[in-house]
């Protein structure tokens, strides 16, 4: 299990901020918000950015 602070995104502007504990990206994006999420950024839109907190790594999720 890993720490990930996923960010609620406008465009480029992050609207909320939060951190929590998953065995993965997707998992944390999932948790994080109550509608379905899947890999990718949606152009100006909203959108989450999953970044796993000890390497750095950083995933898109756009709202299905």
């Known amino acids: ?4 602070k996923v960010e609620m995104m406008d465009g480029d502007a ?6 929590v504990q998953s065995n ?3 998992q944390a994006a999932k948790s994080a918000v109550t509608k379905p999420v899947e ?14 907190i000890a390497s750095g ?5 756009r709202f299905a």
Do not use: C, I, Y
């Not at 299990?1 to 990930?4: A, C, P, R, S, T």
């Not at 992050?14 to 951190?19: C, F, H, M």
């Not at 790594?57 to 999720?61: M, V």
């Open 39 to 52: 890999p990718g950024r949606a152009g100006n839109g909203s959108w989450l950015r999953v970044t796993h």
């Open 14 to 19: 992050v609207l909320k901020s939060t951190e």
């Open 24 to 26: 993965s990206d997707v």
């Open 57 to 61: 790594r950083t995933s898109q999720f």
């Open 1 to 4: 299990m890993g720490n990930f």
